[in-house]
């Protein structure tokens, strides 16, 4: 797998994972059954799908957890604010940025 495949992969696992947390979030949230069953059985789904994306493909998966961490947060905050309304403090912002960073150091090192 190329790089730029392995990249756009983790981007994705990121998406499935912050998003079927989402989904579970919001059937915590709902009080109609119907849709708390079907947002639930969405969830897991889309978690599902999540963990056989990242445990699929044959690469050095704890390498890449540095950007994988920096994709699931920025994917957690957006989704947040755009489907909770909820924006980041002062204090996520810089915790942010940190795990950004770090991320990065992590994915960029050399062997």
Partial sequence: MTRGTAVLVLLFAAALEAGG?????????TSQAPIRFLL?????????AYGCMVNAPSWDFGRLLGLYVV??????????????????SRSLFVGGILIVSGGLVIALAER
């Avoid at 947390?21 to 949230?29: E, I, K, M, N």
């Fill in 71 to 88: 994709f699931f947060f920025v994917t957690a905050q957006v989704i947040a604010w755009l489907a909770f309304g909820e924006l980041p």
């Fill in 21 to 29: 947390d989402a989904l579970v979030r919001s059937a915590l949230r």
């Fill in 40 to 48: 639930f059985a969405a969830g897991a789904g889309v978690l599902f």
